[in-house]
């Protein structure tokens, strides 16, 4: 009767260890469940636009428990007002001696798509990046390889018109003290025509600094509303030597004067001078920006403002 007793209890406590903590809703929930819930990988990773539903797990997290430990700010730039609709699904989990790297499917409505974000080995935030939505309307296959570093590339690939495979292959990797940082661009087609996603676009652009400044479609800045008057978003992108020398960098500008702006983060030596002059933005960089961009390459160009398109008022 004892032995029965005490596999009973055994059985009880070993269930009570397993289950797993409800991280759907807005209840306290410790760093350590909350990474608990990525599962473990031990070796290089492979996911693919059409299997990153089966590889997720039916845990859901919700926005609130998401945001205690990673912040606001990384999903207001990127999903403005829709930001407290997400739903994240762990995918998987990379432990480091000094990092830990959590995957994860990021539903917003009907769109799906899979992102990494880095930790320290406190789980403090560090740095977050989507790397492919699910559905996409290119006619591409988009997959992710994660190696033992890890780095992360994502693969496009599909059939040109002559039936040949044509692919762009474009690598990410988190350095220590920065963002993650583009270390593999490579491909076989004829012009780099991967989309640059704009991770601001549909914020609002009410405000009188607020729109696109634009030289061509790989050279750009896009300005977008922040929490005041004073403040705003921004995404400058630029391709210069030929494509050879890449620079980009999301953050908030913060205004000076009417005409004057700066970008300047603590922590961060990158610092960036914004001058308006009536249709035209003027960047010229001030500080270390060299983990923003190439070698050779500087956030130091003019670009003029793209004029809204008026929609005609229907009777």
Not at 47 to 67: G, P
Not at 85 to 91: G, N, R, S
Not at 301 to 309: A, H
């Amino acid at each position: 009767m004892k032995k029965w007793l005490f596999a009973i209890v055994l059985l009880s406590l070993l269930s009570c260890k397993h289950k797993k903590v409800d991280l759907s809703g807005d209840a306290p929930v410790k760093v350590s469940d909350f990474v608990a819930a990525f599962e473990l990988q031990k070796h290089s990773y492979f996911i693919a636009d059409t299997n990153m539903l089966a590889l997720e797990d039916s845990t859901i997290i919700s926005y609130k428990v998401a945001t205690k430990f990673f912040p606001d700010s990384v999903f207001d730039n990127i999903y403005g007002e829709q930001k407290h609709k997400l739903i994240f699904h762990p995918v998987a989990r990379i432990q480091k001696a000094s990092e830990i790297y959590l995957m994860m499917n990021i539903h917003n409505g009907n769109q799906v798509q899979f992102a990494v974000a880095a930790m320290d080995k406190k789980s403090k935030f560090l740095a977050f990046k989507l790397l492919f939505d699910k559905d996409n309307k290119e006619g591409y296959v988009y997959s992710t390889t994660v190696n033992n570093e890890p780095s992360f590339i994502v693969n496009r690939e599909k059939l040109n018109k002559d039936k040949q495979d044509i692919y762009t292959k474009v690598g990410w990797a988190y350095l220590s003290g920065n963002d993650f940082t583009e270390i593999v661009n490579d491909g076989n087609e004829e012009e780099k025509n991967l989309a640059i996603i704009n991770p601001i676009d549909t914020l609002p652009r009410k405000n009188a600094w607020s729109g696109n400044y634009i030289e061509d479609k790989k050279n750009f800045i896009s300005v977008r509303d922040g929490k005041t008057p004073k403040q705003y978003h921004f995404f400058v992108h630029f391709e210069k030597k030929n494509g050879t020398c890449i620079g980009e960098l999301k953050g908030e500008l913060n205004l000076l004067d009417a005409k004057h702006a700066v970008y300047s983060e603590s922590g961060d030596p990158c610092l960036i001078d914004f001058t308006l002059n009536e249709n035209e933005l003027t960047i010229k960089e001030k500080g270390k920006c060299g983990n923003r961009r190439g070698m050779n390459c500087f956030f130091d160009d003019t670009f003029v403002k793209q004029k809204e398109r008026k929609t005609k008022a229907r009777k």
